[in-house]
């Protein structure tokens, strides 16, 4: 009996990143406990060579057609085959990826098997005093930092923050590889995906990109974007914007660096006319080295920046890109 | 067609990084004086989104029906939505709902829901700003038994289902989900209408109505949380801002750029 099951996911036929962190966030807060993980797919036929060098105990394949993307979008199916999973093997915690699969069904699963759950962990660790699970998640935006003590159900889910453990998979283990019928347990859809439409841009992905250049509500309006625009190429970068930004309709939400927009972690990030909300700046607290231009030097991101200027932007920049231009 | 909102009070997240405050013996967020709480946000583009899904089915009656669960209510605040156009407000008010866990607020939530359905569709924002916790409507959603969707940035009614655009990392999904349904809104669903003096005076001229804990059938053990928040900090960000100055803003920007290239960074 597994004391811990993470909920695995795929990229391409082999364990996601994301997978690895969550073995190791597991090994970090019990490092004497059976560790079991779970794949989900249509045909996981591949996966007992490949997936049982994971360095676990045990590996459960969940095989069903309605598991294919992990029921992308509906999630009903990994919801009812993971339940009927934890039922059978009654795991004292479930570890799943805060990633768009694991947001949606890890919610769903503690709440169908009675559990409790903790969302958006960044770290884990057993309360050597009371024995229980302890877990830090950031709240109010990233404002401020809090901690959160299990109270002994008897299973619990933890949800964890993508990128807040780094992984430790190494090849050479031998976990036993086992199927896990799901048949009787998926009943019929009551949602369906119609149509999955990716909505490209050109450029520099604002993920991937190692300078990033971002305006904010104090740009006043949509046309100062082009500055921006001119900035980041010149840099070989991605242009983002704030919340306040986007709702106001000068960029799209694409664009959104935030709490609920995008996860950015670039080496330089240039920000113009933000004030730095909580909100905004847990989107971008991977960047290594933060300028900010604001008229209000009292602004919270001259908090987080590495470099500032106060100031009129419109001042400013047209001289700033003059010069990188020139250097 | 009947459309239930589930709304919460929250501290303006709009409140300056300066003046939030932790009272950290009390493990709770000091709210400034003067700074009154808000609607959260993504709950008005809930609200909104209700809204539109009436405007469309023109002809057909549509009621919106508003609930929260909390206490320390502030009615001018809580109104928000009766004057953006909603019909109804239901408030479920205790003290003993000041500080739920995800799990307790559910079953309080779901109770209030099952007490004034039947709805056709029940609409969340995707958090709430306080604790951002995105689990209460997923929760609500298995207490109720309806398939959900989160994420929506529009909805489309037909008869017995409803079209969802789900917004994903880099495009959006569309999904269709069968009535009565649960769906969570983004904030790339635009932004809430501002309410207009009609609103505003029909608004106020509504009472909201109260449900007690009695009137749901539920106890305070029921409400013991499963997860107890044992500490709450603000981080220290550690980083000193070296501030560039020059002759004017103008040299300013140039001298940035200067110093940039200095530390390598471009």
Request: hydrophobic fraction near 45%; proline fraction near 6%.
């Amino acid at each position: 009996m597994p004391g811990i099951l993470i909920v695995g996911e795929l990229n391409d036929g082999a364990p996601s990143p994301v997978t690895g962190q969550l073995i190791a966030a597991a090994r970090k807060a019990y490092p004497d406990v059976t560790v079991a993980v779970a794949f989900l797919g249509d045909d996981l036929s591949f996966g007992d060579a490949a997936l049982g060098a994971l360095p676990v105990d045990d590996v459960y394949l969940l095989e069903h057609p309605r598991l294919a993307d992990g029921d992308a979008g509906v999630f009903d199916a990994p919801v009812a085959a993971l339940a009927a999973l934890c039922r059978e093997i009654d795991p004292e915690t479930v570890l799943i990826g805060r990633t768009d699969f694991g947001a949606a069904v890890g919610p769903r699963l503690a709440f169908r098997l009675g559990a409790a759950v903790a969302q958006d962990c960044v770290d884990l660790a057993v309360n050597p005093e009371t024995g229980r699970l302890a877990v830090t998640r950031p709240v109010y935006g990233g404002g401020a930092m809090a901690v959160f003590e299990f109270g002994g159900a008897s299973t619990q889910v933890v949800l964890v923050r993508p990128g807040a453990f780094e992984s430790s998979v190494t090849d050479g283990g031998s976990a036993r590889v086992q199927k896990f019928d799901t048949e009787s347990v998926i009943s019929e859809p009551r949602a369906r995906l119609v149509d999955s439409v990716s909505e490209p841009r050109a450029g520099v992905r604002l993920e991937d990109a190692e300078v990033v250049v971002s305006g904010g509500r104090g740009l006043g309006g949509p046309e100062p974007f082009q500055q921006l625009e001119e900035l980041a190429s010149l840099l070989s970068g991605a242009v983002g914007a704030s919340r306040a930004a986007c709702d106001a309709g000068w960029m799209d939400h694409s664009f959104q660096v935030g709490l609920t927009g995008k996860s950015i972690s670039p080496r330089l990030y240039i920000t113009v006319g933000i004030s730095g909300a909580s909100q905004h700046m847990a989107g971008c607290s991977s960047a290594r080295n933060i300028v900010a231009i604001n008229k209000d030097g009292e602004a919270n991101i001259f908090k987080e920046a590495r470099y500032g200027v106060v100031g009129d932007w419109q001042k400013i920049l047209p001289a700033f890109i003059a010069t990188v231009r020139d250097l | 067609m009947r459309i239930a909102v589930c709304v919460k009070q929250v501290p303006d997240p709009e409140t300056p990084p300066s003046q939030f405050k932790i009272d950290e013996a009390a493990l709770a967020v000091v709210s400034p004086p003067g700074v009154p709480p808000v609607v959260n946000g993504f709950d008005l583009n809930a609200v909104e989104a209700a809204l539109r899904v009436r405007e469309t089915l023109a002809g057909q009656e549509v009621e919106i029906t508003v609930l929260s669960v909390g206490t320390g209510f502030v009615m001018d605040v809580m109104k928000r939505p009766l004057s953006m156009g909603a019909d109804r407000l239901v408030l479920v008010d205790d003290p003993s709902l000041a500080a739920l866990d995800a799990v307790a607020t559910v079953k309080v939530l779901a109770a209030a829901i099952r007490h004034t359905g039947p709805f056709d569709i029940v609409m969340c924002g995707r958090q709430a700003s306080d604790w951002d916790q995105a689990t209460v409507p997923l929760g609500l959603a298995e207490a109720l038994d309806l398939p959900c969707v989160t994420l929506a940035r529009s909805v489309q009614v037909q008869d017995s289902s409803v079209t969802v655009e789900r917004v994903i990392v880099d495009g959006h999904q569309v999904i269709e989900a069968q009535l009565p349904a649960l769906i969570t809104f983004s904030n790339e669903l635009g932004e809430p209408r501002y309410p207009n003096l009609r609103g505003i005076m029909a608004a106020s001229r509504k009472t909201p109505e109260t449900l007690t804990l009695e009137d749901l059938e539920i106890t305070a053990s029921d409400l013991e949380p499963a997860l107890k928040l044992t500490r709450l900090f603000v981080p220290e960000s550690g980083q000193e801002c070296e501030f560039i100055e020059g002759e004017d803003d103008a040299d300013a920007g140039r001298r940035l750029a200067v110093r940039l290239r200095e530390a390598k960074l471009i």
